[in-house]
């Protein structure tokens, strides 16, 4: 577990792809579970270990998270995000490219929890629920492109049910029709930026994290152009 930033309120982690953000069925190594271990081994912690998960990544999706230390952080930073304050930006590679270079994309979307699918509609139907999300093309690769998302709302597998909607699965997503030209390839979704208000302090925390610049899809684009910052050491991943 990579740690980014840690206080006595938050601490900020990235999650590798294919570690689910909490315990599930399958019962592997999760990341919940490793941020309560770490503080508990850390700090010699007896009993149970407070963690709270305040956010979700989808289990393929890599990338930036918070945890919350404390209660009183874990309702802030909640509070953050159910007023659409938290900041989360994603990039991803999707198949094709998009004919609109950027703009807001809104859908309805329903989740079939049996087969843990979640389909997007144009219109509002019984038991879906609005998602939103901000996009921009950032290179057209022809066969693929890269995508920069700013996620409105947070919801399961939003990104990725959106984009196949549209015509443009993500890159590597089995399950969404985005395995044409990527069979044996991770999700190429990464949530490379996240904002927040520090739930004590009030200071805005900015977050960065590279994908895994040398592997397929991510090595095909100029990562480091917009992340504004040179490539990062292998040894981070």
């Not at 909640?78 to 198949?95: H, L, N, P, R």
């Not at 709302?153 to 196949?164: F, K, L, Y």
Request: hydrophobic fraction near 40%; proline fraction near 5%; charged fraction near 20%.
């Amino acid at each position: 577990m990579i740690i980014l930033h840690e206080d006595n309120h938050i601490i900020v982690v990235v999650k590798p792809q294919g570690v689910p953000s909490q315990a599930d069925s399958s019962g592997d190594s999760d990341m919940l579970s490793q941020v309560r271990e770490y503080i508990r081994v850390k700090y010699n912690k007896p009993g149970n270990v407070f963690a709270g998960l305040v956010h979700r990544l989808d289990r393929p999706t890599g990338g930036v998270m918070v945890f919350a230390k404390t209660s009183k952080a874990a309702a802030r930073l909640s509070e953050q995000i159910s007023k659409g304050q938290m900041v989360k930006k994603y990039f991803a590679v999707v198949i094709g490219c998009p004919l609109d270079r950027g703009g807001k994309l809104r859908h309805y979307l329903t989740k079939d929890t049996a087969n843990n699918i979640v389909t997007a509609h144009n219109a509002a139907i019984a038991g879906s629920r609005a998602a939103e999300l901000e996009y921009r093309i950032l290179e057209d690769g022809g066969s693929s492109s890269l995508v920069d998302i700013r996620l409105i709302t947070g919801r399961s597998h939003q990104i990725r049910a959106q984009m196949q909607k549209i015509g443009h699965p993500v890159f590597g997503d089995v399950k969404y029709g985005g395995d044409t030209l990527a069979k044996g390839h991770n999700l190429a979704l990464w949530a490379y930026e996240l904002q927040f208000a520090h739930p004590t302090k009030g200071v805005t925390m900015v977050y960065k994290v590279f994908p895994p610049v040398d592997n397929v899809p991510w090595k095909h684009f100029g990562i480091d152009r917009h992340m504004g910052a040179s490539k990062p050491p292998e040894d981070i991943y």
